[in-house]
């Protein structure tokens, strides 16, 4: 475990450092050019292969999603001088170092206009916040409980409380990353989940509720350009049903790289699959919606009461299908409990244990085999 600290502590020192150096290219080459475009080029290049350095999925998992996805994509459009760390952001580089660090190397995107912090409705949303987070954490510690009764429970029961499971985790993870970055360089963060339970549709779910700062570097790196480009070729009513399944298509490239991080697992393709059936599923929605309202038809939309059951029946039953067995494949429960179990264990006799000398008592009889 003092190998992984330390290749913990080595991976983000290089990651701070790096993002010095683009922080610097681009006080230099303040305007969009070649030469801002190659001097940066290479550091989210390197940030695809930082993270395999570390094998845990708290440390590992979690800096591959941040800097080999997210930070990397903001830096490619910081090439090019667009995206959340452009001149015409609040990030920009003429603001503080300590900001455009935050801001690149996190899922967090400012407000464009900041509120006041006293204002009644933000003090009205900070309590709703805090009640809404507890209600999810105790059902989080309710999901951990059941884990215990694993094996005289039907396995898609157990699969629906890993599913509860990521939701809470990601909301409070990224919260909490969230909350200590608006302390460092105090600014308003928008949202990163918006009750994708309550999404009405597919283009609902993943385009307003789930995983919000996902969705918002996507756009500009996939959606727009491919959109762009599509128009010369199928028209501008149609661009946007391609530039879906392409976005789609590389956010199920890149979570094969985050799931390969987490479990060292060779990819079978599995999880990309699960990506490409919503991007085709979202791309048939909003064709009919597209083909009908050309058609000067009226769109019946179903109470909200039939289509969010629905919806959210789509995506769990589909995870249930493509999204659960390559996570599980990569021992991903296990790995979690027993790390998460010498983490305490950590904070109980301030020495550091390996986790594969933990046994993890919610997931009995786990064994190599364990693979789906």
């Known amino acids: ?82 995206g959340p760390l452009s001149s015409s952001s609040s990030s920009a580089t003429s603001s503080s170092v300590s900001r455009f660090i935050a801001v690149a190397c996190f899922p967090i995107k400012p407000h464009q ?63 909490a990353v969230a909350s200590l970055a ?15 339970y309550l999404a009405t549709s597919l283009q609902d779910f993943w ?34 049903v391609v530039a879906v399944v392409a976005t789609f298509v590389v956010s199920g490239l890149m979570h094969e790289l985050v799931f390969y991080n987490i479990g060292r697992v060779k990819p079978n393709g599995v999880v990309m699959c699960f ?16 083909a009908l309202k050309g058609k000067g038809r009226k769109i019946w939309v179903p109470p909200m009461m039939v289509s969010a059951p629905l919806t959210l029946g789509f995506v769990i039953y589909s995870s249930f299908w493509l999204f659960f067995p390559p996570l599980l494949r990569a021992k991903a429960d296990w790995k979690g409990c027993t790390e998460s179990l010498a983490f305490v264990e950590f904070l109980k006799h301030g020495q550091l244990v390996n986790p594969n000398n933990v046994t993890c008592p919610f997931l009995p009889n786990y064994t190599d085999d364990h693979v789906i």
């Open 275 to 290: 990506f490409i059936l919503h991007g085709v599923a979202l791309a048939v929605e909003l064709g009919v919606k597209r």
């Open 113 to 175: 206009e900041r509120q006041s912090s006293s204002s009644p409705s933000r003090n009205k949303r900070s309590s709703k916040t805090l009640k809404n987070y507890a209600v999810k954490i105790a059902l989080l510690g309710l999901c951990i409980r059941v884990y215990a009764y694993k094996q005289s429970i039907p396995e898609k029961i157990i699969w629906f409380f890993y599913a509860l499971h990521i939701y809470f985790m990601l909301e409070m993870i990224l919260a």
């Open 182 to 196: 608006r302390a460092a360089v105090g600014v308003e963060l928008e949202q990163q989940f918006d009750e994708p």
């Open 207 to 240: 385009g307003r509720r789930w995983n919000l700062m996902v969705s918002n570097i996507l756009r500009p790196t996939v959606y727009d350009p491919v959109r762009g480009i599509s128009k010369g070729f199928v028209g501008p009513e149609w661009a946007s």
């Open 1 to 82: 475990m003092d190998g992984e600290i330390i290749n913990f502590v080595f991976v983000w020192a290089t990651v701070l450092s790096c993002l010095y150096y683009c922080h610097t290219v681009g006080k230099i080459f303040r305007q969009p050019s070649w030469w801002r475009v190659i001097a940066i080029l290479p550091v989210p290049i390197l940030f695809f292969f930082l993270p395999l350095r570390l094998t845990t999925i708290h440390l590992g998992g979690t800096t591959c999603f941040f800097i080999a996805w997210l930070s990397s994509f903001k830096l490619i459009l910081f090439a090019f001088d667009k």
